[in-house]
């Protein structure tokens, strides 16, 4: 389905300020009902493997809870949020930096397909074939922001795209979340920024954004007690093969089976050769 | 008169017999003449053969002189015509008898001979059809004295030579050597004792080296993925009498035998790199010439930063890589160049190298990272079994020495043997050496795999850690780890293991 929305159309729409005339749509335009809990998902374009893990474990959680995750179809943050929420079965809105009718394609157009065929959303205020300006993608980050209950940063650098985003929902009075970060990594410097000058909210789980809704996702954060000595020695930090068959003395080639059993039962991820625990099947 | 001395042409990695004719007429005006479609290196023949022949002590006939390659209608290229050419005037000059035996070498101008490219290739041809004498240049005599049927006369100058077909004095034969002693005194000249930690790293090398798998190392530069992809031949198991003759038959006819040298004796590593031209890498060009996948032959072709190579030359490997040879048509004809090679890759993460970097922040986006990887083709990545993230080593652990000392190559590659055996017996005379050359049919045929591990496979589907064309790769591993361990079934953990060196779908 697409068509046009007029400004008063949706309520949700009255919390997008500065105020626009209408919005191009394609697809379940009901996900801008009332009653539903829209939750912005925004990051930098660059993601490191911190940034994918967060969103790998968190936007489950937000898809058992019926939540929409909302963002902007940049590639990075954005689309990994978009695509996550998609293979888990979530329904997910992208509000589009460039005209409603413009063609992407490759890995953009598959995931724009996934998006529509899931029950999703795409957004944009701008008709026709249009293509994206330096001025039209800061200008849609006041939608994103808009139309959803709270905003969540996974990442974002000093001069990133979602800072914008935060000062929108700031002045939106929207509920603002940051994910922190080392201090020593680039990409988190812009989401510590916001936490240090109290624009956000720390959110160190995904509960913490959960809980705000009064919602709960449905599984234990911690799934299981093993004391599996693998299990025990990544507590402490990420390893890589070679780290934990010398630290437990252990030859590599028991480690890796022993590290295939622990990610098929979803306790160990893997990223760029290193271990850690958590869920993150690629 | 005329003489008509026996001579042989070398043609890609095969030989045929060339008898050179030369008439030396009474009468007609001075002239040197040759026939038979002479290329350029032979029609220049003329000029050193002339000077050759007056440096020597001898009289160059001042008649009409003819010579004719025989059979005419191919073409002939190469110095290896000088000698036969050289002894044929003087033999139909009247000032030697006219000789028995094959005459093959490059002449030069003060009469000494010197080396020339495929000498073991003419010996071989010798010795399948009716054997006998050959001279050669002393300097590439060596690759003929492995060779049976043949007494091979080693040529220092064609004075000497002259003196030995006149009767005068002799030339001495030269003793025969057998290959599997040369081979077993060959040392690996890479120790994976050498390298520090990578445990996980020389694990995967062994498995590669077991079952004959292509692999892919991925990290960040410095973490010594060259350095692992270099050891790879030493823990392969020793050539045999025909993997060693078919090797030294490429070098030879490319021209890459060492001074004195009578066969390769280890593995090939061939590390080409990523500007070499496609000619370079598969081989090819006008007169066809094997290329590096070709000298890799029964050894390791390492391409390091793999994602830098053009895709048309990624794309090339194919073929070898399935069949073990490479055709190549020309207008000429058609020339195979064997090319059995096991592939090493070596890729960064990224763009910038440092993804995934303990210590250094990776600088690149998303976009340009799922871009790099996209630069190695599908079809190619479907031909890797084993793909390992090497991460980089702490420099403590380089400079503290607190590391466990490791296996040397020796030990792994008695392992290595050991499980090469098994997979032998397996496959029978089925035309499948090693368990990488499986196909899914044969994987069926042979494999038998636990009803536990069957549902590890399963579950690893539904988690989507394992694709359906990755499927087929773990089994293959994991009968190569089996094999290893000398299990005759596929278990659990052999199974828990290959997944860890599956293909990450990003």
């Known amino acids: 389905m697409e068509g046009i929305i007029e400004k008063n159309e949706y309520k949700s729409l009255a919390g997008v300020l500065p105020q626009v005339e209408k919005l191009y749509f394609k697809g379940n335009v009901d996900l801008l009902n009332d009653g539903l ?80 065929d899931q029950g999703g959303l795409i957004l944009s205020e701008y008709e026709g074939d249009m293509s994206g300006t330096k001025w039209s993608f800061p200008r849609r980050n006041r939608i994103v922001s808009g139309i959803s ?61 959960l809980d705000i809704f009064g919602l709960n996702s449905k599984y234990q954060l911690s799934k299981s007690d093993t004391t599996d000595p693998i299990l025990e020695l990544l507590k402490f930090g990420d390893k890589s093969l070679d780290e934990i068959a010398s630290v437990l003395r252990i030859d590599a080639n028991v480690v890796a089976a022993r590290l295939t059993e622990l990610m098929l039962m979803g306790e160990v991820c893997e990223w760029g050769g290193k271990y850690k625990r958590g869920v993150y099947d690629s | 008169m005329i003489a008509k001395i026996r001579s042989a042409a070398v043609f890609g990695v095969s030989c045929f017999q060339v008898e050179v004719e030369v008439d030396v007429a009474e009468k007609g005006f001075p002239a040197f003449n040759i026939v038979g479609l002479p290329e350029r290196s032979v029609a220049e023949a003329k000029e050193r053969v002339k000077t050759a022949i007056v440096n020597s002590g001898m009289d160059f006939p001042n008649r009409r002189i003819t010579v004719n390659l025989a059979p005419a209608d191919i073409p002939k290229e190469g110095s290896a015509y000088d000698l036969p050419i050289a002894v044929g005037i003087l033999a139909a000059d009247g000032q030697i008898p006219v000789p028995g035996g094959l005459f093959y070498g490059e002449l030069s101008l003060d009469g000494g001979l010197r080396i020339t490219k495929g000498v073991i290739l003419v010996a071989i041809h010798l010795s399948d059809h009716e054997g006998g004498r050959m001279f050669v240049p002393v300097m590439s005599a060596n690759e003929a004295s492995v060779i049976r049927r043949v007494e091979v006369y080693p040529v220092r100058c064609l004075k000497d030579l002259v003196l030995h077909l006149r009767g005068e004095s002799n030339l001495v034969e030269l003793n025969k050597i057998e290959i599997s002693t040369l081979i077993e ?26 079952g004959g798998h292509n692999l892919l190392f991925s990290g960040p530069p410095g973490a010594g993925k060259s350095m692992l992809a270099r050891s790879l031949p030493g823990i392969l198991p020793q050539l045999s009498r025909d993997e060693c003759l078919e090797i030294t038959k490429i070098y030879s006819a490319a021209g890459m035998m060492d001074v004195g040298q009578a066969i390769i004796r280890r593995r090939p590593f061939r590390s080409p790199h990523h500007s070499t031209s496609l000619v370079g890498l598969v081989g090819g060009g006008t007169k066809p010439v094997p290329g590096e996948i070709s ?19 990624v794309e090339s490997l194919r073929q070898p890589i399935e069949d073990g040879v490479i055709e190549i048509s020309r207008s000429q004809g058609k020339v195979s160049f064997p090319a059995c090679f096991q592939l090493v890759g070596a890729v960064n993460p990224c763009p910038c190298g440092y993804l995934g970097h303990p210590k250094i922040e990776c600088r690149c986006n998303e976009r340009e990272i799922s871009k790099y990887k996209r630069r190695l083709s599908g079809p190619i990545l479907d031909r890797i079994d084993l793909h390992l993230f090497v991460p980089p080593v702490d420099t403590s652990e380089i400079v503290g020495g607190s590391v466990l000392q490791s296996e040397t190559s020796e030990n792994v590659r008695a392992r290595v043997q050991k499980a090469r055996k098994r997979q032998e017996e397996r496959f029978g005379q089925s035309g499948v050496f090693a368990n990488a050359r499986m196909s899914s049919k044969m994987i069926r045929e042979y494999c038998v795999v636990s009803d536990e591990a069957k549902n590890m496979l399963a579950l690893a589907m539904d988690k989507q850690l394992l694709s359906a064309r990755g499927y087929f790769k773990v089994i293959r591993v994991a009968q190569t780890i089996a094999d290893l361990e000398g299990s005759d079934s596929i278990e659990v953990a052999h199974v828990a293991e290959a997944l860890q060196y599956r293909e990450r779908v990003f």
């Open chain 1, 37 to 116: 809990i829209r939750l912005a998902v925004v990051g930098s374009r660059r993601v490191s493997d911190y940034g994918r893990w967060v969103l790998k474990n968190w936007i489950e959680d937000f898809v058992r809870s019926n939540m929409i995750v909302v963002s902007g179809f940049m590639y990075g943050v954005d689309q990994l949020a978009h695509r996550e929420c998609v293979v888990k079965g979530g329904k997910t809105i992208a509000i589009l930096g460039w005209g409603i009718g413009r063609k992407v394609s490759g890995e953009d157009e598959k995931l724009f397909d996934q998006i529509l």
């Open chain 1, 149 to 209: 209950d709270a905003v969540l940063v996974i990442e974002a650098g000093l001069n990133s795209g979602s800072l914008i985003t935060a000062k929108y929902a700031v002045n939106q009075e929207k509920k603002l979340f940051a994910v922190p970060g080392g201090i020593d990594r680039e990409m988190s410097k812009g989401t510590n920024w916001l936490i240090k000058n109290c624009k956000a909210e720390v959110a160190t789980t995904s509960r913490d954004v």
């Open chain 2, 185 to 210: 005194t060959a040392t690996c000249d890479f120790d994976l004792a050498e390298i520090v930690g990578q445990e996980g790293a020389k694990r995967v090398l062994t498995i590669s080296a077991a």
């Open chain 2, 295 to 313: 000298l890799a032959h029964f050894g390791v072709l390492f391409l390091d930063e793999m994602a830098e190579f053009s895709r048309s030359m």
